[in-house]
């Protein structure tokens, strides 16, 4: 059934006459019956009686609800698309556990206040869990760890971070050798970026057999390093940003190790629905924002500190 044969038909229920269908949808009377006939021969039963006023038969007024959900979909997908119109539908994104605890709350906030239509589905996990889900079609967009080389993927690098190392005591230096091959390391399940930087690191310091617990949760983490159970490597500003919660410490880690950067990937624009499409404008904004705070959050530090060191002084 053609959809322009269906609103002729709708219209001829709606006004009960074909000529008046006719000139609602500035055609002609002979194209609305041509329409009507073929949607009868289409169906098999006669939709209109056509003595008098056209009313519609019994089988006529069983295809006004199907017709009606019909066009009304077809008129929400051309909405959906429409570069003009409000972003609605649905968002699925895939994102580190630690991305979505410290860097994503703001963005999704502006996003949800700029489009409250659009139906947002937040799914977490490792990196390469989260390649899958987007190579296989099942999330929209992803925050990863590192590039992804794949010609067919667009890229934004989002965020950078700086991994630390994090203990349930202060840490003046590095442990010793010997006591990061007796200690337990605590990570992500295979796949986490994170965790192939605690195997870097320890490989750095010739320990090729540490034992790592996998864990699901960050808190769950953070929650048996402050006990005491061991070690872990996480962005400086997730353990920043929880230390009033747990009794933990970190310690900076060299360059190679500790610098990651947090890509944004998705697929080529011109695929993109107009959901996606505001959500990387949102996060552009962001992360220009951003960048123009971190200088001067630095400065401020180093401001504050020497103020501290003055202090000391005096």
Request: charged residues 20%; hydrophobic residues 45%.
């Amino acid at each position: 059934m053609q959809l322009k044969s269906l609103r002729l038909f709708m219209a001829v229920a709606e006004t009960g006459s074909f000529v008046a269908a006719a000139e609602r949808l500035h055609t002609v009377q002979s194209n609305v019956t041509a329409h009507i006939k073929k949607l009868e021969l289409e169906l098999g039963a006669q939709l209109v009686h056509r003595t008098g006023r056209a009313r519609l038969t019994t089988a006529g007024l069983a295809l006004v609800d199907y017709a009606e959900r019909m066009l009304t979909a077809h008129d929400e997908a051309l909405s959906l698309f429409k570069g003009n119109e409000k972003a609605c539908g649905r968002l699925r994104i895939g994102a580190m556990e630690t991305t979505t605890a410290l860097r994503l709350p703001p963005i999704l906030a502006a996003y949800h206040a700029a489009h409250p239509e659009v139906d947002i589905k937040l799914k977490t996990g490792p990196t390469a869990d989260l390649i899958e889900l987007l190579m296989a079609g099942q999330v929209d967009c992803v925050f990863v760890a590192g590039r992804l080389e794949h010609r067919r993927y667009h890229l934004l690098k989002a965020f950078s971070e700086q991994l630390v190392l994090v203990g349930p005591a202060p840490m003046g230096a590095m442990p010793p050798s010997e006591e990061l091959l007796a200690s337990t390391f605590l990570a992500f399940r295979q796949g986490c970026s994170y965790r192939q930087r605690i195997e870097l690191l320890l490989a750095s310091y010739g320990v090729n057999a540490a034992r790592i617990f996998e864990f699901g949760t960050l808190d769950a983490m953070l929650g048996c390093v402050s006990a005491g159970m061991g070690y872990t490597v996480l962005p400086r500003g997730t353990v920043e940003a929880h230390q009033h919660r747990f009794n933990i410490h970190f310690l900076e880690l060299p360059k190679p190790i500790a610098e990651v950067d947090t890509y944004f990937a998705a697929a080529e624009p011109d695929t993109w629905t107009p959901a996606l499409s505001r959500f990387v404008d949102t996060l552009r904004q962001a992360v220009v924002m951003h960048r123009k705070i971190k200088p001067m959050y630095i400065l401020l530090v180093y401001l504050n500190q020497k103020q501290m060191d003055l202090e000391t002084i005096l």
